[in-house]
């Protein structure tokens, strides 16, 4: 499963997290999973944030790439 927000479409293996539907509150259960889901995206995010400061290559792996004519 992938977490993700709204701008995903609705296909079974990405999770998005629950928001209120017609201004009615979230139940227990949906705001401990949304809460949840939301620390491990933060945690993820920040994450790739340090991959990306310590290896310059993940931020621009085709800087140098050029394409042959054949």
Do not use: C, M
Request: proline share 6%; glycine share 6%.
């Amino acid at each position: 499963y992938y977490l993700t927000d709204g701008i995903y479409p609705e296909w079974a293996t990405l999770v998005k997290s629950i928001k209120e539907k017609n201004g009615v509150p979230l139940t227990r259960k949906e705001a401990h999973f949304t809460k949840a889901q939301e620390a491990a995206r933060k945690d993820i995010e920040r994450a790739f944030g340090v991959l990306l400061a310590r290896f310059a290559i993940v931020r621009g792996p085709a800087r140098f790439w050029e394409k042959k004519p054949w």
